[in-house]
């Protein structure tokens, strides 16, 4: 079923188009019983019942998007979590076991999951965007002239000789030798969260060297 449908540009859901009124999404009720929830979820496991799927939404979809605003502090990044989560709870409802679980707890599972992963996301595209924002600045001294990629190397160097040696090693992996962070981890020996700190570090000192250099 196609909850929302993706948008490249933007938002991730679209209003207009879902069977689901998001804008007009109220606060749940707070006195629906679990046997009520488990019988709205056994007739989408069952029946793919779109009745009691909108049900559970209506449950639900505001829990979720609380609980989105309070740890991913967007409003579309939290309302593009409803659709994740949401979304999983109907492609997955038969694996929900009616004998030993509960409804509540295996929703806010997923949702918990689902966010985990949305913010791995988001701090991935930052480090990739921070870094982005660093070679326009030395393409201001180094896109004219015939030697460009010699005084852009020259640069780099001089730059990258102002690092600590530990966050040297990991900014000249990756944008350097373009080793995935992975690769580079598993050459130096050290964890994936070491590689994604010290990379962290790095640029903000070169970004810090190069702004300086630009005053």
């Known amino acids: 079923m196609q909850i929302f449908r993706q948008n490249q540009h933007g938002s991730h859901y679209d209003r207009s188009s879902s069977p689901i009124n998001i804008k007009g999404m109220q606060d749940s009720k707070p006195d629906i019983s679990e046997e009520t929830l488990r019988h709205w979820l056994v007739a989408v496991a069952n029946n793919r019942d779109k009745s009691a799927f909108r049900a559970l939404f209506d449950h639900f979809g505001?829990?979720?998007?609380?609980?989105?605003?309070?740890?991913?502090?967007?409003?579309?990044?939290a309302?593009?979590?409803?659709?994740e989560t949401l979304t999983t709870v109907w492609t997955k409802a038969h694996l929900f076991d009616t004998d030993r679980g509960n409804v509540?707890?295996?929703?806010?599972?997923?949702?918990?999951?689902?966010?985990?992963d949305m913010l791995r996301r988001v701090q991935h595209n930052r480090e990739d965007a921070f870094g982005d924002d660093i070679w326009p600045l030395f393409d201001v001294d180094t896109h004219a002239g015939?030697?460009?990629?010699?005084?852009?190397?020259?640069?780099?160097?001089?730059?990258?000789?102002?690092?600590?040696?530990l966050q040297r090693e990991v900014v000249q992996g990756i944008y350097l030798q373009e080793l995935s962070q992975q690769e580079l981890?598993?050459?130096?020996?050290?964890?994936?969260?070491?590689?994604k700190s010290r990379l962290r570090l790095g640029l903000e000192k070169l970004k810090s060297l190069l702004e300086k250099h630009h005053d």
């Open 62 to 77: 505001p829990k979720v998007r609380s609980f989105g605003l309070s740890r991913l502090s967007q409003q579309g990044l």
């Open 79 to 83: 309302m593009d979590l409803v659709q």
């Open 104 to 116: 509540s707890t295996w929703v806010y599972a997923i949702m918990r999951n689902q966010c985990f």
């Open 146 to 165: 015939d030697h460009g990629d010699h005084k852009l190397d020259a640069l780099l160097n001089q730059y990258l000789s102002k690092l600590p040696k």
């Open 185 to 195: 981890a598993d050459r130096l020996g050290v964890p994936l969260g070491t590689i």
